[in-house]
């Protein structure tokens, strides 16, 4: 069994920071792209940022050069360094990451519960 849990949502002013953290916890085998989404009520899920194994990153347009994704390989963690917030990043933030099972032989896709950030003065 593995989950997702994430954790690092909160209130936050605009201009301000936060910093989001997932953990792949259970019988991991390996964990490759790890993604951070976010929704919005009423608005469809987006990707917001993305990050390889190898370290190779994307980001939405949205949040480029606000937003950092990293990862600790090691600890099976992901971060999202989230500065300069405006409430357009008000939303449900979820962690998605494509896991091997220990011994397993295929590749599925997990998510978070979700961790609630909040952009508001």
């Known amino acids: 069994q593995v989950q997702l849990v994430e954790s690092g949502g909160g209130l936050e002013q605009p201009g301000g920071s936060l910093r989001l953290s997932c953990a792949a916890l259970?019988?991991?085998?390996?964990?490759?792209?790890m993604r951070w989404y976010r929704q919005s009520p009423g608005k469809q899920r987006e990707v917001v940022a993305r990050?390889?194994?190898?370290?190779?990153?994307r980001y939405a347009d949205s949040v480029k050069g606000r937003f950092t994704i990293s990862r600790d390989n090691a600890k099976n963690t992901i971060y999202l360094q989230m500065n300069s917030l405006k409430p357009e990043d008000t939303a449900v933030y979820y962690c998605?990451?494509?896991?091997?099972?220990?011994?397993?032989?295929?590749?599925?896709?997990?998510w978070g519960q979700g961790t609630q950030v909040t952009v508001s003065s």
């Open positions: 990050i390889t194994r190898g370290g190779i990153t």
């Open positions: 259970g019988n991991i085998g390996s964990v490759n792209i």
């Open positions: 998605n990451a494509d896991l091997l099972v220990r011994g397993g032989s295929s590749w599925d896709e997990y």
